[in-house]
Structures are given as C-alpha cells and as structure tokens.
C-alpha cells in the first residue's frame, strides 16, 4: 500500500531519502504546511532540502502518529462494527 510507503519516508526522512518520493508522491503532488503551498516533486523536495541546510536534526515529533491516524481513517473498515464506528 502507497500510505504504508509514505508514512516510512516521512518517518525515515533524511537528506538522502528526499528523492525516494518519486515512488510515492505522484509527480504533481500537493503539499501543504504552515509555511508553504507548493505543487510538484521538485517543489516538494526544495522545502526539505531546505529544512535539512537550515535546522540542526529536524523533527515532526507528531506526524507518525498522524499518518496513522490518516491511515486507520483511509482504510476500509475491517468489519461492520468498525464501519459504525466510522460513521457516528
């Protein structure tokens, strides 16, 4: 699953992995943050290029949890309980 491999490169993200997203994101991705809004693997990869030439070991601390999150929300139910407890 394409989730499963993002929430690794999110959570594995180094220099070296920033192009490793190409067989994740789609190439003209959306990406979103509180300091940007940019479209596009090249645009994409400049912000953590960024990132990493200005912050000494940055950090999402909350985006595992998140992209968990996400994901237990995107993935279909697994039975009819877990469905009902989707829609209430």
Excluded: C
Aim: proline share 7%; glycine share 4%.
């Amino acid at each position: 699953m394409k989730l499963d491999a993002l929430i690794d490169w999110y959570s594995t993200l180094t220099p070296e992995t920033i192009s490793d997203m190409r067989g994740i994101h789609h190439e003209s991705a959306d990406f979103r943050d509180p300091f940007n809004e940019v479209r596009g693997h090249r645009a994409i990869a400049a912000i953590f290029e960024h990132m990493f030439d200005t912050t000494e070991n940055p950090q999402i601390p909350l985006l595992g949890s998140l992209l968990h999150y996400l994901k237990s929300r995107l993935s279909p139910p697994q039975s009819d309980t877990e469905e009902r407890k989707m829609i209430s």
